[in-house]
């Protein structure tokens, strides 16, 4: 038996950045980096430019309370790029008292799976959003996500699950990931809010159980998984 | 054989009356007498014929050139108002700018606020820096256009005016050359289209002239309010227009999507065989808005939803996906196809399960701004019943669909702006992998029209490993990667087909008068049932909960968009 190398993907590359102040300019942000022809185009002839193709297998909303939350994040993300492509919607919060605004940056990076292989890239899309417009997820989390694909929601710190605002965002997404690590207090009300979780949105959802989405969280150890649409849901949440 | 027929050499002889002599030649033909097959032979031999055949570019033979129209005057009337500034006006500019206009063009406006022409000329250069497709403005092609634009100040019922107009555009033909082509385009309140349809027809602007000279007329949407007002429109434009002549407007169909939507279809030979009720569980589309109703209170209070979007776009949409293939890409065999649908579609809008789900949305947050409900927008009642959403399942009583529900839903404020139609397949007959604790999603086709135009097929493949797992995956064509080109504009598709005579894009009077025969029974239940308990959802959702309902009554839930 023999067995073949298969060299770790190349690291992603930045290929496209821009900023936008609406989600309607997001949107036209993300059309436009499939649209230009640095990203799609290959030369005749030219060798090492690959065809960039737009692979993404599930849609992440990261919830980060803290700025440094945001960045630790998003460079996880990232590294998955060439495992587990997603579009990743980080969202964060600031000056909740002020008036509301938004700030937005939309970056594409793209590696290259083997260096035979054609690139593929996915986007990210960071997301400040000031004033009260930060307490409202969903409405600033529905229109950037991809139809028909999965929709994970990690939440690193300390959600607050029973709030209005992630009961609307969770009410539409498939999986919950969270770092039962940090958590202060008494575990136990936690699964249970979390539990009680699954079993309002059960009805909801019908993704098929969805193994690429494990390799991509063992990477961050001390998360886990809650798959809201399952009935694992509680033991799951309880095996860390 | 027996029954061969011998013809005589010659004619017999006419009986003369007793008391004339008899003619020594025949007597001629009368005028309209059919010509044998031997005169009409001998006529023609030896005859040139009668005009010169225009020459033909021989460099131009194999080559996709697009033709331009004949020479011709655009008359637009409502020139002043927002849509001629939006739509109408920067579609002609960029038909212009990309030469797809004859040289020998005018464009008369009509409006009813003091211009000249100078002013109308600077406030479109203002409204194109605003609403143009390309920016920034291409001066020269700007300048010529600009030098094209003549405006008329005028009462729509002013009798007077419209004898001065035909004068004026009699001289502009002479002057310009644009032999007598007009383009009426009534781009008005939809009040006054009855009017300025008879005022053209009092003066003599709908004659067809003998040597070329075409007359068409576009008439933008809504085409009336109910059936009867439709009706009564149709019969007034039919009083001064052939139906060849009249062109009803529905941009949606002019939307680039929509038209590969025919292509799609009938241009594959892989699609058309899985297009029916063997392998379809059912259909959904989605014709999302995110905005309100951007200052229109008063218009949108009359008119919700269901009148707005349903009785056109989404029909529409229905038609395009459900309807037979056409004999031939003709206007006529296209837009037959269509109205078969219309007919063979039902919704039952009455009883406790109705076919039809009605919403309003009330205050909200959509896409990081809050905002205020439909009952607290300017000019709306506070205590309005007006509809903001609108799903319904119709059902298409034929051969080909019998049994697949098509859902479709529209609304303002929605989370998105996505119009999207989607074919939902039937599940596998076995399920092969069950035992493997595997089930693979149903596959599903989904046409995006906008934003980001473009196809998707889903289906299940193994996720690699020693695993047996499967996994969505899914096939993208999108528009905007895969041709570097810019899709036109609707309007400017429309626009240069109406200026060329394709009607296939347009909205026929029977298609019309079908379309509000399913809107208006759904209609008249709302008014005699009891009062709705709007608003039902709030901005930013998916309208309200009964629209799931609709839905998971048969066991089925709306995609996720």
Redesign the interface.
Same mark, same amino acid.
């Not at chain 1, 098929?208 to 690429?212: A, F, H, I, K, N």
């Given at each position: 038996m023999t067995f073949t190398f298969v060299p770790p993907p190349t690291e992603p590359t930045l290929r496209w950045s821009a900023r936008a102040h &609406?989600?309607?300019e997001v !949107?036209a942000e #993300? &059309? +436009?980096i %499939?649209?230009s022809?640095d990203?799609?185009?290959r030369v005749e002839g030219e060798t090492t430019r690959h065809i960039a193709a /737009?692979t993404n297998?599930m849609n992440l909303i990261v919830i980060a309370r803290r700025p440094e939350f945001a960045e630790r994040c998003a460079a996880t993300v990232q590294m998955l790029t060439g495992r587990h492509p997603s579009r990743t919607i980080v969202i964060q919060s600031a000056d909740p008292d002020g008036p509301?605004w #938004?700030d937005a940056r939309v970056e594409a990076h793209c590696v290259m799976p083997r260096p035979d292989a054609p690139e593929t890239c996915a986007e990210t899309i960071h997301l400040t959003?000031g004033g !009260?417009?930060g307490r =409202?997820l969903?409405?600033?989390a529905? $229109?950037l996500?991809i =139809?028909? #694909?999965p929709?994970t929601v990690w939440w690193p710190g300390e959600p607050p699950l029973t709030s209005p605002s992630a009961r609307d965002l969770l009410s539409?997404a498939d999986r919950l990931v969270v770092d039962g690590s940090t958590w202060s207090g008494d575990g136990l009300a936690r699964l249970r809010e979390m539990a009680a979780l699954g079993e309002s949105t059960r009805s /909801?959802s019908?993704t &098929? +159980? %969805? $193994?690429?989405s494990r390799a991509g969280a063992r990477r961050s150890r001390r998360s886990s998984m809650i798959p809201i649409s399952s009935r694992t849901s509680a033991r799951s949440a309880a095996s860390p | 054989m027996a029954t061969t027929r011998v013809k005589p050499k010659e004619a017999a002889p006419l009986e003369a009356p007793a008391d004339q002599p008899i003619p020594a030649q025949p007597s001629p033909r009368p005028k309209d007498a059919p010509l044998t097959m031997k005169d009409l032979r001998e006529a023609r031999t030896g005859k040139r014929p009668s005009r010169a055949k225009p020459v033909e570019n021989v460099l131009r033979e194999g080559l996709r050139l697009e033709r331009v129209p004949d020479p011709s005057i655009v008359v637009l009337f409502g020139a002043t108002g927002d849509l001629a500034h939006r739509k109408v006006i920067p579609a002609l500019y960029h038909l212009w700018r990309t030469n797809l206009l004859p040289h020998e063009f005018m464009l008369v406006a009509i409006g009813r606020r003091p211009f000249s022409d100078e002013s109308f000329r600077a406030e479109i250069h203002t409204a194109l820096e605003k609403y143009s497709r390309v920016l920034p403005l291409d001066t020269d092609a700007w300048e010529s256009f600009a030098q094209r634009i003549d405006y008329l100040q005028m009462d729509f019922d002013d009798a007077a005016g419209f004898e001065s107009l035909s004068a004026y555009l009699d001289k502009h033909d002479k002057e310009h050359g644009t032999h007598g082509n007009r383009l009426f385009y009534l781009a008005t309140q939809p009040s006054q289209f009855a009017e300025i349809v008879a005022q053209l027809g009092r003066v003599g602007l709908d004659h067809e002239l003998h040597e070329g000279g075409w007359r068409r007329v576009v008439i933008e949407k809504p085409f009336g309010h109910d059936l009867d007002s439709a009706k009564r429109l149709n019969r007034e434009v039919g009083k001064v227009f052939r139906e060849s002549q009249v062109y009803r407007i529905d941009h949606y169909l002019g939307k680039e999507t929509v038209r590969n939507l025919l292509v799609f279809r009938f241009g594959n030979g892989i699609f058309e065989p899985l297009w029916n009720r063997r392998y379809v569980d059912h259909v959904q589309i989605t014709v999302g808005e995110s905005i309100g109703i951007e200052n229109r209170g008063a218009f949108y209070e009359q008119t919700g939803a269901s009148r707005d979007v349903l009785q056109n776009h989404l029909l529409q949409l229905v038609c395009l996906v459900a309807m037979e293939p056409p004999a031939t890409f003709d206007a006529n065999a296209l837009r037959d196809e269509k109205v078969k649908v219309l007919r063979a579609i039902s919704a039952d809008p009455t009883g406790p399960k109705s076919d039809v789900v009605r919403g309003q949305y009330g205050p909200g947050w959509v896409a990081a701004n809050n905002v205020p409900g439909y009952r607290q927008e300017d000019d709306v009642d506070p205590e309005s019943e007006t509809e903001t959403f609108v799903a319904a399942r119709l059902t298409i009583d034929d051969w080909r669909w019998s049994g697949v529900p098509f859902y479709v839903r529209t609304g303002k404020r929605l989370p998105k702006r996505a119009t999207e139609i989607a074919i939902q397949y039937r599940d596998v007959p076995h399920r092969l992998f069950k035992d493997e604790g595997v089930e693979p999603d149903p596959n599903l086709l989904a046409i995006r029209i906008q934003p980001d135009e473009g196809i998707m097929l889903r289906f299940g493949a193994k996720v690699p490993g020693l695993r047996l797992d499967i996994r969505s995956v899914t096939m993208d064509f999108t528009y905007g990667s895969a041709f570097s080109v810019d899709s036109p504009d609707a309007y400017e598709t429309l626009i240069l087909d109406a200026l060329q005579g394709d009607a296939s894009l347009f909205t026929r009077a029977d298609e019309v008068e079908e379309a509000w025969d399913i809107v208006d029974p759904i209609i008249n239940a709302w008014a005699e049932g009891p009062p709705p308990t709007f608003p039902n959802y709030e901005a930013g959702t998916w309208g309200p909960e009964a629209a799931d309902e609709l839905l998971a009554r048969d066991g089925r839930r709306w995609r996720r968009i």
């Open positions: &609406s989600i309607a !949107e #993300l &059309s +436009r %499939w649209a022809q990203m799609a185009v /737009r297998v509301s #938004l959003c !009260e417009s =409202h969903a409405a600033i529905t $229109p996500i =139809h028909d #694909l929709v539409a /909801r019908a &098929s +159980r %969805w $193994p690429g | -």
